[in-house]
């Protein structure tokens, strides 16, 4: 295995970079080749920046290698719409990425931490903990992953969704580095409103967010409009209460001007009564909000079943009734146990 605690070429942002090829004697202009070589095509490794010479080329894989992860398997879903990759890092963790085809768009589905501390019961990841958190440069390329395996199609990515494992708002300065690096014109250019971050609520981590200048979109993870129920579900609630969550939303939603996704993921007889959908239309209070309703996806770690069309509908009634605009979202990667934030390490690093 190669050392693992050195610095790897996607943990670097494009000023950084620059500054060790000045230090280098190159210039700076070869920095943006390079970072235009590994973001806007994708590169594998110092071999495909052919315009830069051989002996920077030489020192850049020997002191800031471009680590690729290996692919150890790959599901595809029958319809092939979905598929799913097992990708090994560097100290021998794996991770798994999803790739979503929909008919005008490609989404890149991929996690913030190795597994999560939140413990939310009906989640996969939460039922197995934190291992680890990930870096910059370990979400960016689980992203770089995806894109290379589409350019060879003659396809691109379109979508980032952060809502594989882990809690991104607890892994804030990587994951936002991730972000930017991403987003960065001279490079990837990936577009920020196609870029969501999925968070189960940390409000002093919304906040945060509310005062970058980014134009991602964002997500929270509600399930439940209640404190008691919420703590059941979501036990981080028993440290942040629903009115700082729902400060915090409020704070961001004026700051940014951005409607915030509220993320349900509806359980049957648990939060997919009309009750909890009232709870949550007073909580609101003209908060501008999309709620997603989510199908609950089967975990081994807990019992809670999928809710029946019937409750569904009646749920959605409330919400109607009041027009708090919402969707069901379409249940994606079943087959394939790919529904985003069902992701789980199901195999022991080597
Ligand atoms: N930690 C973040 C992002 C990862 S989870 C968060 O909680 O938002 C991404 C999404 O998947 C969350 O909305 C989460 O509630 C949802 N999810 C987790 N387990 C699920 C399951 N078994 N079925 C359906 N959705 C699930
Ligand atoms: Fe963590 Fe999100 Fe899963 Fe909760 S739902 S345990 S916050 S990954």
């Given at each position: 295995m190669t050392n693992t605690s050195s610095i790897r070429l996607y943990d670097l942002d494009l000023p950084v970079l620059e500054r060790l090829l000045v230090r280098w004697g190159a210039d700076r202009a070869s920095a943006r080749a390079v970072w235009r070589v590994i973001y806007r095509d994708a590169a594998v490794g110092v071999d495909q920046m052919t315009g830069l010479a051989p002996s920077l080329r030489s020192r850049l894989a020997a002191e800031v290698p471009l680590y690729v992860p290996t692919v150890l398997a790959r599901e595809e879903a029958p319809d092939g719409e979905t598929r799913k990759d097992l990708l090994e890092m560097e100290d021998g963790q794996r991770i798994e990425v999803v790739l979503l085809r929909y008919r005008d768009r490609r989404s890149a589905c991929v996690s913030t931490q190795l597994g999560c501390a939140c413990g939310c019961c009906f989640c996969a990841t939460g039922q197995s903990g934190l291992v680890r958190q990930l870096s910059s440069g370990e979400i960016v390329a689980q992203v770089l992953h995806l894109q290379r395996e589409l350019?060879?199609?003659g396809e691109r990515l379109s979508n980032l969704v952060l809502m594989g494992m882990g809690e991104p708002l607890l892994n804030y300065d990587e994951t936002i580095a991730a972000i930017r690096r991403l987003a960065d014109p001279r490079g990837m250019g990936f577009v920020q409103r196609r870029m969501t971050l999925s968070t189960v609520g940390i409000p002093p981590g919304i906040r945060r967010l509310a005062h970058e200048d980014l134009r991602i979109r964002?997500?929270?993870s509600l399930h439940a409009a209640t404190d008691d129920?919420?703590?059941?579900?979501?036990?981080?609630?028993?440290r942040h209460r629903l009115?700082?969550?729902?400060?915090?939303?409020?704070?961001?939603?004026v700051r940014t001007g951005q409607?915030?996704?509220l993320e349900w993921v509806l359980i049957d007889e648990v939060n997919d009564t009309p009750q909890e959908a009232q709870a949550l239309?007073?909580?609101?209070?003209?908060?501008?909000?999309?709620?997603n309703l989510i199908r609950l996806n089967q975990t081994q770690g807990y019992t809670g079943r999928a809710s029946d069309p019937a409750a569904i509908d009646a749920f959605s009634a409330v919400l109607d009734r009041v027009g708090v605009p919402h969707t069901l979202r379409q249940r994606r990667g079943g087959a394939i146990a790919?529904?985003?934030g069902q992701l789980r390490r199901r195999?022991?690093?080597r």
């Open positions: 350019a060879a199609r964002l997500a929270v129920l919420r703590d059941e579900l979501v036990p981080i609630n028993r009115d700082e969550l729902f400060a915090a939303m409020r704070e961001y939603v409607r915030i996704m239309v007073d909580r609101l209070d003209g908060l501008a909000v999309h709620v790919a529904g985003c195999n022991s690093p």
